[in-house]
């Protein structure tokens, strides 16, 4: 952490956030509430979320379970990631600095390591996903588009946490509009079939839960970086306040948009049987989804499936800068546990063009159907990583050290939180062992008792509980009392000789 003054910027400089790693002390907390939701909702209503959104059509399911069942998985999703975002005003830290306690400082590698592979891959997939359905709409190349996306994301992301809270508030506007005249305008049109909502006679369990789990999962994958988004956040911001607030984000972002993934997948047998000639546009298609809510919106007028799609990546634009501007920070963290690094302004830009650059590369190289095939495996194996990770977290955070830690001591090497920490990793392991059996990828992998119940996957529901669980255990025997007394010392007057390094 450091410990002296930056010099003075002027200029566009001055407006690039100086912070990464490093604790912001009370005098730089100046995030509003209200940015805490629509940050969550710009990075949830957007592109990959109406192909999430698609999935239980696909797999037979009817438009009405499918919301159910798709509601259900954000709802679960949702609770453990907004409880994260106390995390961000109580410690004033980036999220993944705070799995040292939990890990340890060499221990928590391997949990960095998968979430750079996280944020890497949302760039991947959102640069590419941007791509071909510009070139699918007759914009222009993918691999070009993609790269362009990929450039606009770097900058955001340079420019830091405030640009990143301001792009996504104004996003979230477009966003708010574009869904309510598309879902008020097909109801009042009376363009959705009331046969799409029979709930009697239309359940199928295998498709509803994995509809449920892709959800649920889809939505876990934000838990790795809420924290880097609220840690500007008064320390005095109430915990019940701050969740409400991002759950209201998170839900209402990723079930509206994949709402609209569903709805327009129910809606195209009927177009196409109308209209034969989409057929030929359809199968050139390779999202999946962009000609069929073209179509969908031109049954409210002509243009606003164009203007949904152009909505859509806007948002997901505004998610690739919060992945690579959160890639940026675990590469950070991750290299500072090797040898500690000073958090400069300058290790900040070349981190996040490490990201974003190779991330723009290998998104203009992507195949243009790779998304399309292979969604719902990448949403289940994020699920199986992040699932044991966030109730580790979690437990510590709320039910063994309650809040109490050091920052200090998170950041001195030799510190109270040791270079490994067998609690947090046995728990993990153990996690992933006991949802080893119920695990379903398609093509991949098949445990026991998934293919036992016929395809149907509830590992992710597994793995939070026992990781969380066995966590418990773990730590009743550790010693809170002498880590009370390191903390009132370590941190002593921490908010008086906390400032950015240049």
Not at 296 to 311: D, Q, R, S
Not at 405 to 425: A, D
Request: contains cysteine.
């Amino acid at each position: 952490m450091s410990t002296n003054n930056s010099p003075t910027q002027t200029g566009i400089l001055a407006s690039v956030e100086t912070r990464s790693i490093d604790y912001v002390p009370q005098g730089e907390r100046r995030g509003r509430l209200f940015d805490q939701s629509t940050v969550w909702f710009a990075g949830s209503a957007q592109l990959l979320t109406i192909a999430t959104g698609a999935i239980g059509i696909g797999l037979g399911l009817n438009l009405a379970w499918t919301l159910i069942g798709l509601a259900l998985g954000t709802i679960l999703g949702t609770i453990p990631v907004s409880a994260h975002a106390t995390q961000g005003p109580h410690l004033g830290l980036p999220q993944m600095v705070q799995s040292r306690p939990q890990f340890g400082r060499y221990g928590a590698l391997f949990i960095w390591a998968m979430a750079i592979v996280v944020y890497w891959g949302y760039v991947v997939l959102g640069g590419n996903l941007v791509g071909v359905t510009a070139e699918g709409l007759g914009w222009g190349s993918a691999p070009l588009w993609a790269i362009v996306v990929c450039l606009v994301a770097i900058i955001l992301a340079i420019f830091g946490y405030h640009w990143l809270h301001a792009a996504q508030r104004y996003i979230s506007y477009a966003l708010v509009a574009v869904i309510l005249i598309y879902v008020i305008g097909l109801s009042v049109l009376g363009q959705i079939p009331a046969e799409f909502f029979n709930l009697m006679g239309t359940f199928q369990v295998g498709p509803f839960l994995a509809v449920v789990t892709a959800a649920a999962a889809y939505q876990l994958t934000w838990a790795f970086f809420v924290s880097d988004y609220s840690r500007y956040m008064p320390y005095d911001t109430k915990r019940s306040t701050i969740v409400a607030t991002t759950s209201g984000g998170l839900f209402l972002g990723l079930f509206s948009f994949m709402a609209i993934g569903a709805v327009a997948a129910s809606l195209l047998p009927s177009l196409l049987e109308s209209s034969p000639e989409l057929s030929g546009r359809l199968e050139g298609d390779a999202t999946g989804f962009a000609v069929g809510l073209v179509e969908t919106g031109k049954l409210v007028f002509p243009g606003l499936g164009e203007l949904v799609l152009i909505a859509g990546g806007l948002g997901l634009i505004g998610l690739m800068a919060m992945c690579v501007y959160g890639g940026s920070l675990t590469l950070i963290t991750a290299l500072d546990s090797i040898r500690p690094v000073r958090p400069t302004r300058r290790i900040r830009v070349i981190t996040i063009l490490i990201v974003g650059l190779t991330g723009a590369v290998a998104a203009a190289l992507v195949p243009t159907d790779y998304l399309y095939n292979n969604l719902y495996t990448v949403l289940i194996v994020l699920a199986y990583l992040m699932g044991p990770w966030t109730a580790v977290n979690l437990t510590d955070f709320f039910f063994v050290r309650r809040g109490h830690y050091s920052v200090t001591e998170m950041f001195r090497r030799g510190g109270m939180y040791g270079l490994w920490s067998w609690r947090g990793i046995v728990a993990y392991v153990a996690a992933v062992i006991a949802m080893s059996p119920f695990m379903y990828i398609p093509g991949l992998y098949e445990g026991p008792i998934a293919e036992a119940l016929g395809g149907v996957d509830i590992a992710f529901f597994v793995g939070i509980p026992v990781g969380g669980v066995l966590y418990w255990l773990f730590c009743r025997n550790l010693d809170l009392a002498a880590e009370l007394d390191t903390i009132a010392e370590a941190d002593k007057g921490i908010d008086a000789i906390a400032r950015p390094v240049e």
